[in-house]
């Protein structure tokens, strides 16, 4: 397993004087060349603060940040759009529709990042645009709408078009599912799945849903109040958690049934929804 | 609770004082850039010479050096002290100490006028919007903000005065025969029903309505857009709905909407009135008005610096104090505006 | 189960939205639902579904651009469509009451919470303002809120989250309503505080004799919390039926789908699956007859111009609305 | 209906502003006195004025002076105040906080007694009007464009334009501003109005156009020492088009703000 | 006071505003009151102050005596003129003129008392002639009439006063009548003196010290002043009015409704465009008296090109429609200065009318032979403050050059920049009014026509002219006198370093009934003599 992406000892405070308070209180983040990473936490745990930091959009207070062995984290974030590496971080954002310039067509908004980090121009540009959206799974006829025109599903493939048009080989991404239908969550999570798997990125997936974490991560970190409380393979932390807080969570979801025991009652309509 | 109070009204005056401060300099320069000299202007006697000037220069001291002069203004300031104008030839802060009350009546009045008329408006609009009755008070509310103040002021006196003889004649706050009220808060109207002086009281009354209604006109439109505003915004909000769904009566749900949008609505009058104060300028001139801004227009056509420069720093600092009011008020009205900040 | 006269009948609700730019979305069609006393019914369906708007059917809360074009809403067996303004005023919150999704916002936000409630209170038959006030506190005690009375005086921004939906919870219970709708009530809200929110929700139903109808997306929650499950699709009601059943035994293809989409904690990746296409726009003049025509893998032609009847199982729990059901 | 109406009055104005010399039946700076003061009538349609000058020709001639002159001190101070207003709301920090205490300070000033101070200082000419107008409706836009710009820095799509390499320039010129250019399109239709309002309002105390140049204020307050005598048609013509001129900016302001502002909108 | 009452009065009040019919003025006002409506107030209560505007004037009138004052002669029914030939005693009861004019000798009335009821002794009448003699508000107008000096003015006894001239000197007694001679209170204005302000200026702005027929017991400035008699006057007739109010109103507007209403006694500043509708107004007496002393031109800056030669002044003289700019600005409403048919002038008397008419030939042949035949630009100023009458005259001149292809550009200059630039010189072209105290011909020349200050508004500078001035200043035959005027009349009709257009008219408007108006020099009413019908 090679190291992708190393951040030590991360802190970042938000407030003054006796409103200052840590929003991330010294966490360390590993992640592996190609692995999915899942970062579970509620909201207030700092884990959309971590998600900004890996993806140098917010400067942190103290701690170190290695990018593929290089130290980026010197660099102040209003710096970073001119970093090299620049290209290999990317994030894809929880409102997919607040994440696109509503003036610009969804292909001139994929195009942006191909423009001006790998400077294409013409036809490779349209070429690589068009590749990212079909990759995405967007229907060709959409590529010139504008945000507006497209549903939240749409614009969340849209938004992860954008993110893996520069091929970047971290990719974070913050409740990219959370405000769809499951009917729509469920594909954007198998194009997710493959797209790591076909570009080998590695994947930081923030969320609070646990149900969307433990089918598309293998690892999983638990947030609360700024500390990572638990780490570990989402089999384990899932079936056995350590800490209090994640049995709390896990304690929280609501209970699925279990299939056994019903009679279906009008023949011919059984459906057996587990077919494991 | 109240020392809390008073420590915010203490912090804000501090945070008042840059802004007084770079509005005495601001001024300062303005003044200076004037092309005007005051000592030729003052030498108009016939055979006063180039030695009658310099000599004037001098005792005004305008021989000295801008920063020198700054200096020597604002340690004047410091005591007090605003200066003598020459148009009056009285002491600057004695003239807007005088002349002040019956600028911020004015305002006071067009205001409360504005408020009378466009408040309810605006309220009746936005529980029907985008209705016939809502545009066309939108349309109304337009028309009057696009009159400018003398065009109306001149019709006004021209149709209430001259010809209809429904309103006094438009020669300042009060019949010259009335002898003034004691002066308590220095609101003419107020003072005289304070006095139980009725005469004068009516007299008072009688001469603020055309200017205010002036001034009014002015304000309608504002008044009347941002109550729709506000009210609208108040009114398609979660909690009046929720408030609906709970089956409160709907006086009970308007009030929740009206208690909603005081703060906004608080906002805005003192916008508004800080405008009207520095606008009411050319009303004042075409009423015989006597208050700072025509005295300001005077004083700027006869390079009066003291003048001009003591009104601007005294509605620098009315609209500072208004700033605070509207503060402490929309604090009062709307407990999550924090008194800190 | 014993057959009891339902506290809330819905026949044929047939509901439209004028469109600004002209023409008509039919947002709810011939929709009909029953939910009896102390029953709790989850109303689960899509963004878009029409399954909030169905709430404020219920309760006439419907803006200027909607119009109920057919059907009959009936509570306690009283028309509700018919009911004069008045009378809805004291239906709301006194028969039916509900808590909306973002606890944040529908609070006044400028109002003690106990004062609140005591508005509620005094709108439906509280004379005295001091008892109110003295019911208010009860009330906040009741949802579960330390140091009520000391509480009773703050405002909902010194409030968190989940406070501020229990006060909205004390507020829908204050005048005792027999049905209480909970519209996403718990959607952005933690996990956690989610589970809170619902175990008082349901608490509180149980211990007033309460019917609650739970609006939501979230199919594993409304299995969860419910006894039945009406599933909704584009305005249609497809599919109803005991919540555990609906799960395990569905048979609209839509709510197939719709679980099949669903995580949950037995769910990989592999096995989850979107549904194809979208729910149609409503606006169209072509809808065909079942809307979720466009979508199924089962459709034939005549679910384009047929609309589907809703047959029910023996005992008459299970109500699916399919030509060619599972 | 609105939309049009305010669209048609717009297009009026324009028109009357281009075709005005060509429609004008008289020319405007003509006098003769043996006309003076004549009431409307069909050769003279908003009558003469004190020089027998037609005051309909006047009226439409202003429109050349007045339109440009508020179009210039619109779009200098609008320059201006967008690109302070941006910068500061972009970047924040210390310069923000100071260009704020300055727009504070600004704001606190009697601004139509600064105009005049303004071009008393500079010097009574149209231009200087014009200056003047701009600077007292620049705070206006630093604090609009401020606000608008600091609420939208930390949007989704200016995180993406940052992930996509763009840098702050870039951000500000090409992904912010024109996102408010509606935002600043109804404060500057709005500002038109008062444009022409500020400088019919200097004109009246004496200052601005020089003579003979027909400029509405001007002609406008002329006409007012008219009414007592009963000329009232020498301050009538005028004040119509420049009420109805003022009234059109608003309208369109008006309009523009429902079109652009989701919260006031139905 | 109740609530209740409160209310009921407020909505009395409010209802009385708007009864069909306020009661007015007339059927208010006693006889012994008057109200009088006026553009601008008095700023200073100091005769001798600096900047002092001219609503002041009247206000020294009033509260203070001169020793003399003017006699009068009556032009109309109940309307005098000063005549600034003859005097009458005021503070002083008889005056004697003594050793060929070198000594003036001034008995004053022995009952006198200032207001604060100290007597007026001579050594008040001193006091206030060595102020005035010292401070620059007055000193240069009392040079004028050889008043220099404090050792001029002597005390004989307390009753006697004596003024010492180095020679007998026509201008003297004049001045003694204006208000630069009043005498004022000096044990009261000494009280206030301070070691930088000997003589109480910043003291005496703010209050008053004198005798006068009225004391002021309102002051509110820029706004009213309220005048009541002095009931122990003694320098003359008991005045009838008890008490004036004096207003502004700053719109011409205003102040000829409120007149028209019958709301005020006395509104002065009429606009002229008004005039005819308002003499119309039976309600209205209106007072027109041509003004000697005041006069309206065009002035052109003779050091500065293209206007240092006398042809281009005379070419634009020839081009001006002056009939219509008269007209135009005023409506006929002035003397007419321009016309005469002579290139002679008709006697000695200034202001007249000059010898130009509008001939456009003559105009072009002149600017031809200047070598300017292809004309030249220029900028045509005039004051702000000065609009209503500039403006129509500006515009006119403006068209009338443009056929001599001379482009005038009209600049307006605010008020406050006017006395400077036309101070510093920067003004090539313009146009002015402006006054002399005295009609007296050389008097009128050495304030005009030379000397490096404002008021020689064409900056001329001709030696023959200075010559015969000088030689004018003492000659006392006035056959000599009249022939060296003449001559200097002469030179400036040629040289026509300004171009006068007319004398304005006096234009007052009256409540009838109110009678005894004495016009003065300043345009000020004085309140003593005037009376009801």
């Known amino acids: ?276 | 609770m109240n020392a809390s109070l008073i420590s915010f009204v203490l912090r804000r005056v501090l945070t008042v004082l840059p802004v007084l401060v770079g509005a005495t300099v601001f001024t300062f320069v303005v003044m200076r850039l004037l092309p005007a000299d005051p000592a030729a202007f003052l030498a108009s006697g016939p055979g006063m010479g180039a030695a009658d000037i310099a000599a004037l220069r001098a005792k005004l001291g305008l021989d000295r050096s801008l920063p020198v002069q700054f200096g020597l203004y604002a340690w004047q300031l410091l005591h007090g002290d605003f200066g003598h104008s020459f148009v009056t030839g009285n002491p600057v802060a004695l003239d807007l100490l005088q002349r002040l009350p019956a600028s911020l009546e004015l305002a006071c009045g067009g205001l409360l006028i504005a408020a009378v008329i466009g408040m309810p408006l605006g309220i009746a609009a936005a529980l029907r919007p985008g209705s016939l009755f809502d545009t066309a008070c939108r349309a109304l509310a337009v028309l009057g903000g696009a009159l400018p103040g003398f065009v109306i002021g001149v019709f006004l006196i021209y149709l209430c005065y001259f010809k209809l003889s429904w309103a006094p004649e438009p020669t300042g706050q009060i019949d010259a025969a009335l002898s003034a009220p004691r002066i308590v808060t220095g609101f003419l109207v107020i003072d005289s029903l304070l006095a139980g002086n009725m005469t004068a009281f009516a007299s008072a009354l009688g001469r603020m309505v055309l200017p205010s209604l002036t001034m009014a006109l002015f304000a309608l439109a504002p008044v009347m857009r941002m109550t729709r505003a506000a009210m609208v915004t108040a009114l398609a909000s979660d909690y009046i709905r929720s408030s609906r769904a709970l089956g409160l009566p709907n006086r009970l749900v308007l009030r929740y909407a009206l208690e909603n949008a005081g703060a906004p609505l608080i906002t805005m009058f003192g916008l508004i009135f800080s405008y009207m104060l520095g606008a009411n300028v050319v009303v004042e001139k075409v009423f015989a008005w006597p208050g700072i801004g025509a005295y300001a227009l005077d004083g700027l056509q006869a390079a009066d610096y003291s003048a001009v420069q003591g009104f601007i720093l005294v509605v620098a600092a009315v609209f500072a104090a208004v700033n605070l009011l509207v503060d402490l008020l929309c604090g009062w009205a709307d407990p999550r505006i924090p008194r800190a900040a | 189960m014993p057959v009891l006269a339902p506290l809330l009948t819905v026949r044929r609700l047939s509901l439209a939205f004028a469109l600004p730019q002209g023409g008509r979305a039919s947002v709810l069609d011939g929709l009909s639902l029953d939910i009896a006393p102390q029953e709790a019914l989850a109303l689960v369906g899509e963004s878009g579904s029409g399954k909030s708007v169905f709430a404020l059917a219920l309760l006439r809360l419907l803006d200027r651009h909607a119009e109920i074009t057919d059907g009959e809403i009936r509570i306690e067996g009283e028309d509700l469509l018919h009911a004069s303004d008045k009378r809805m005023q004291d239906l709301r919150g006194k028969t039916l009451a509900i808590i909306f999704q973002n606890p944040a916002s529908s609070l006044n936000p400028i109002r003690r919470i106990g004062r609140q409630i005591a508005d509620v209170l005094l709108a439906h038959g509280e004379r005295s303002a001091d008892a109110a006030r003295r019911r208010a506190v009860q009330m906040l005690a009741r949802v579960g809120i330390q140091d009520a009375a000391r509480r009773a005086n703050a405002y909902p921004f010194e409030l968190s989250g989940g406070m501020k939906q229990r006060v909205m919870i004390a507020l829908a219970l204050a005048a005792s309503p027999r049905l209480l709708i909970a519209d996403e009530a718990t959607t952005g809200l933690d996990v956690t505080t989610q589970a809170m929110v619902m175990d008082l929700i349901h608490e509180q139903a149980r211990a007033n004799n309460m019917a609650t109808l739970l609006i939501t997306h979230d199919l594993a929650l409304a299995a969860e919390r419910c006894d039945r499950i009406a599933v909704i699709h584009a305005g249609q009601l497809v599919e109803s039926a005991p919540a555990a059943r609906l799960l395990t035994a569905a048979r609209h293809p839509y709510t197939r789908a719709l679980l099949t989409a669903t995580p949950h904690a037995g769910s990989t990746l592999a096995n989850l699956r979107a549904i194809p296409g979208q729910a149609p726009d409503t606006a169209a003049a072509d809808l065909p007859a079942c809307r979720y025509y466009a979508r199924c893998d089962r459709r034939t032609e005549l679910c384009k111009s047929l609309p589907p009847m809703q047959t029910a199982s023996s005992n008459g729990a299970h109500v699916v609305a399919c030509h060619h059901p599972l | 209906m609105k939309y049009g109406s305010s669209a048609l009055l717009l297009a009026l104005f324009l028109a009357l502003a281009i075709a005005g010399p060509a429609v004008a039946p008289y020319n405007p700076l003509a006098y003769a006195l043996a006309d003076r003061l004549q009431p409307p009538s069909l050769h003279h349609w908003f009558g003469t004025d004190a020089l027998g000058r037609d005051v309909f020709s006047r009226t439409l001639a202003a429109a050349r002076t007045d339109l440009p002159a508020a179009a210039a001190a619109v779009i200098l101070s609008s320059l201006i105040g967008v690109s302070v207003g941006a910068a500061c709301g972009y970047l924040g920090g210390a310069i923000d906080r100071w260009v704020g205490r300055v727009v504070d300070v600004m704001m606190a000033f009697p601004l139509f007694v600064v105009a005049v101070a303004l071009v008393a200082a500079l010097g009574n000419s149209l231009t200087n009007v014009v200056l003047a107008t701009a600077v007292i409706n620049l705070p206006f836009y630093i604090r609009l464009v401020r606000a608008e710009i600091a609420a939208r820095r930390q949007l989704g799509y200016v995180m993406a334009a940052r992930l996509a390499g763009c840098g702050h320039g870039y951000i500000i010129g090409r992904v912010l501003i024109p996102n408010i250019a509606p935002i600043i399109a109804v404060q500057i239709s709005l500002n038109l109005g008062w444009a022409v309002l500020n400088t019919s309002g200097l004109s009246f105390i004496g200052l601005g156009v020089r003579p003979p140049t027909p400029e509405w204020g001007a002609l406008v307050s002329d006409g007012a020492q008219y009414l007592l005598t009963g000329q009232w048609w020498v301050a009538l013509g005028p004040s119509l088009v420049l009420v109805l001129a003022v009234f059109a900016f608003t309208l369109i302001g008006d309009t523009a703000h429902d079109l652009f502002s989701p919260r006031s909108a139905r | 006071m109740q609530r209740r009452d409160v209310l009921l009065g407020s909505a009395a009040g409010a209802a009385s505003a708007f009864l069909p019919r306020l009661q007015t003025r007339a059927e208010a006002a006693s006889l012994d009151t008057l109200r009088e409506l006026a553009e601008a107030g008095p700023n200073s209560r100091d005769p001798h102050g600096a900047g002092v505007a001219s609503p002041s004037l009247g206000t020294f009138t009033n509260i203070y005596d001169r020793l003399i004052n003017f006699g009068h002669t009556e032009i109309a029914p109940g309307i005098f003129k000063y005549d600034y030939t003859k005097f009458t005693g005021e503070l002083a009861e008889s005056f004697e003129v003594l050793d060929d004019g070198k000594r003036l000798r001034f008995h004053l009335r022995q009952s006198a008392t200032f207001h604060d009821g100290s007597p007026v002794t001579a050594a008040d009448v001193k006091w206030s002639f060595d102020r005035g003699v010292s401070l620059p508000g007055s000193k240069y107008q009392l040079a004028t009439g050889s008043l220099t000096d404090p050792a001029q003015f002597v005390v004989v006894d307390p009753a006697t006063f004596e003024i010492h001239l180095p020679r007998g000197d026509r201008y003297t007694l004049p001045n003694l009548a204006l208000t630069f001679a009043s005498i004022l209170n000096s044990k009261l204005i000494q009280s206030h003196a301070t070691a930088s302000d000997p003589w109480g200026a910043d003291w005496l702005r703010d209050n008053e010290a004198g005798g006068g027929a009225y004391r002021i017991t309102n002051w509110q400035a820029g706004q009213r002043v309220t005048y009541t008699r002095f009931d122990d006057w003694k320098s003359g007739p008991a005045p009838a009015l008890r008490q004036i109010s004096f207003e502004v109103v700053p719109t011409a507007e205003s102040r000829v409704a409120a007149l028209e209403k019958g709301d005020a006694d006395i509104a002065l500043q009429l606009p002229p465009q008004d005039i005819a509708h308002i003499a119309a107004d039976p309600h209205v007496h209106v007072v027109s008296i041509p003004v000697t002393n005041t006069f309206r031109f065009i002035a052109f800056d003779t050091q500065t090109a293209p206007f240092t030669d006398a042809r281009v002044r005379q070419a634009i003289a020839y081009a001006l429609p002056f009939e219509d700019i008269l007209q135009a600005a005023v409506y006929g409403h002035g003397t007419p200065l321009f016309g005469a048919k002579s290139a002679q002038p008709k006697n000695a008397a200034f202001p007249q009318p000059y010898p130009y008419n509008t001939e456009i030939a003559r105009a072009r042949s002149l600017l031809a032979a200047a070598g300017h035949g292809r004309g030249f630009s220029t900028t045509l100023s005039y004051n702000v403050a000065d609009n209503d009458t500039a403006e129509p005259i500006a515009i006119l001149v403006q068209q009338a050059l443009a056929p001599l292809n001379i482009n005038v550009q009209i600049e307006k200059i605010s008020a406050a920049d006017w006395a400077t630039r036309l101070t510093a010189k920067t003004v090539p072209f313009f146009i002015e009014s402006s006054s002399a105290w005295f009609n007296d011909p050389d008097y009128f020349f050495r304030i005009f026509f030379q000397g490096n200050w404002r008021w020689n508004f064409g900056s001329f500078n001709n030696p023959d002219l200075a010559k015969l001035l000088t030689a004018a200043r003492w000659e006392t035959d006035p056959a000599k006198y009249d022939a060296l005027m003449e001559k200097a009349v002469g030179i400036v009709f040629q040289q026509l370093p300004i171009l006068p257009l007319w004398q304005p008219t006096f234009e007052a408007g009256f409540k009838p009934g109110l009678t005894n108006f004495i016009y003065y020099i300043h345009g000020q009413v004085d309140y003593r003599p005037l009376r009801w019908a």
């Open chain 1, 1 to 276: 397993m090679t190291v992708l992406f190393q951040a030590r000892g991360l802190r970042k405070a938000f407030g003054n004087g006796e409103h200052r308070r840590y929003a991330v209180d010294g966490v360390d983040i590993t992640v592996a060349e190609g692995e999915a990473l899942a970062l579970a936490g509620e909201s207030g745990s700092g884990k959309s603060t971590i998600g900004l930091i890996m993806a140098r959009l917010l400067d942190h207070d103290e701690g170190e940040i290695l990018f593929d062995g290089q130290e980026i984290g010197k660099c102040s974030a209003r710096r970073a759009a001119q970093q090299p590496w620049r290209a290999q971080i990317q994030m894809v954002f929880q409102d997919a529709g607040g994440a696109f310039d509503p003036r610009l067509s969804i292909s001139d908004s994929v195009a942006l990042p191909l423009r001006r980090l790998s400077h294409s121009r013409g036809n490779a540009l349209t070429h690589a645009v068009e590749d990212a959206l079909d990759r995405a799974g967007l229907a060709g006829h959409l590529f010139r709408r504008k945000p507006h025109e497209l549903s939240g599903g749409q614009l969340a493939r849209a938004g992860i078009a954008r993110a893996i048009a520069l091929r970047p080989r971290l990719l974070i991404l913050d409740e990219p599912t959370a405000a769809l239908d499951v009917s729509v969550q469920a594909g954007i999570l198998h194009l997710l799945n493959e797209l790591r798997r076909d570009l080998n990125m590695a994947m930081v997936f923030v969320s609070h849903d646990l149900n969307v974490l433990r089918v598309l991560c293998s690892r999983v970190m638990v947030m609360e109040h700024g500390n990572i409380v638990e780490e570990g393979p989402v089999g384990r932390v899932f079936a056995s958690p350590a800490h209090p807080f994640t049995t709390r969570l896990l304690a929280a979801l609501p209970k699925w049934p279990r299939s056994e025991g019903l009679p279906h009652q009008l023949p011919g309509s059984a459906l057996i929804i587990h077919s494991q």
